[in-house]
């Protein structure tokens, strides 16, 4: 990536770049933030975009030097944070927003931890180990974003984190067939047994067996949507109705699986972007209390 210095407001707007044309649902959901706030929302997915370029989209690279290129990156993230001011072109927002908003650096150590493991594990025996790598490849990202949504509780936290692992079990189920041509299996190993649904990996296709593995895991990764509801209420209004936008979008990609009759492995089940963009928009229109009067929204954290 290039060296050239970048301005501040430069490197927000290449991290919103990165937000808008990879990861289009939280895009259009980060709409519904202030605008004071939203652009540490791009800062964040800037980071996490970076790291996994590094470990899946440079080519035929050999697992060695990803393995020194991810640890270059994070090194140079934290001295950056540590000197307080960046001068790489996506960092430089992300500095600013950790420091801002006092974000724990410990959550971008477990973040890298698992982009690391990426390297080198390809698939998962129980559900238990699943999990250790989601604690950092996407619970951990719900920790990270609740400073910047301003909880009026620290009870938040669980359903922060129950909600960045349902987004992240519906990119499995979503993403099965991407994920087999990269040689990875995020399904747990325990369950394709349980269901004697292996075949379908071999045959990339859709049999009984899968159709049984999928309703479980869907059940599952809808159990968590569930728990993460019971953290909105404690959100200003604002970051509830962009939290709520994603939540809806996304988990909605399940029921986009069950009307495809469970095949992800011919087509990838997407959210189309009127969708996105008329829930974006019927959730922005101001609520009102029971006397009629709108509730005002809480801005983000003012930055310089």
Same mark, same amino acid.
């Given at each position: ?21 990879? &990861? ?7 709409? @519904? ?12 997915? &800037? ?28 090194? +140079?993230?934290?001295?950056? @944070?540590? +000197? ?34 990426? @390297? ?8 238990? $180990?699943?999990?250790?790598?989601? $604690? ?20 938040? @936290?669980?359903?922060?984190? $129950? ?10 189920? +979503? ?26 990996? $071999? ?19 809808? /159990? ?34 069950? /009307? ?20 974006? /928009? ?23």
């Amino acid at each position: 990536m290039s060296t050239d210095p970048v301005t501040l407001d430069e490197s927000y707007r290449r991290c919103r770049e990165l937000n808008r044309r990879y &990861g289009t649902t939280y895009y259009w959901s980060t709409y @519904l933030l202030p605008r004071i706030t939203r652009h540490h929302v791009h800062a964040l997915y &800037g980071f996490c975009r970076y790291a996994d370029d590094i470990v899946d989209d440079l080519g035929p690279v050999p697992v060695a030097d990803r393995e020194a290129a991810l640890t270059a990156f994070g090194d +140079r993230f934290f001295a950056d @944070l540590e +000197r307080g001011r960046s001068e790489d072109p996506v960092l430089k927002a992300v500095v600013h927003t950790v420091r801002a908003f006092d974000i724990d650096p410990d959550c971008f150590r477990r973040f890298l931890h698992s982009m690391a493991m990426d @390297l080198t594990t390809d698939r998962y025996e129980h559900y238990e $180990d699943l999990l250790v790598y989601m $604690d950092g490849s996407a619970a951990v990202i719900g920790e990270m974003m609740l400073p910047i949504l301003e909880p009026s509780s620290p009870a938040a @936290l669980a359903p922060a984190r $129950d909600l960045g692992n349902a987004f992240q079990l519906t990119n499995f189920l +979503r993403d099965i067939a991407e994920d087999a041509d990269r040689g990875r299996v995020y399904v747990p190993q325990e369950d394709i047994r349980r269901f004697g649904a292996g075949g379908a990996w $071999d045959e990339r296709r859709v049999t009984p067996q899968f159709r049984a593995l999928l309703r479980f895991e869907i059940g599952r990764t809808r /159990a968590l949507y569930a728990s993460a509801d019971l953290g909105v209420g404690l959100l200003p209004p604002a970051s509830a109705r962009c939290i709520s936008g994603a939540r809806e979008l996304y988990s909605g990609i399940l029921g986009r699986i069950e /009307a495809a009759d469970y095949d992800v492995w011919s087509t990838r089940v997407r959210v189309p972007t009127w969708r996105k963009l008329a829930v974006a /928009a019927r959730l922005a229109r101001p609520r009102t209390d029971p006397s009629g009067r709108a509730q005002p929204g809480r801005r983000g954290a003012s930055i310089p």
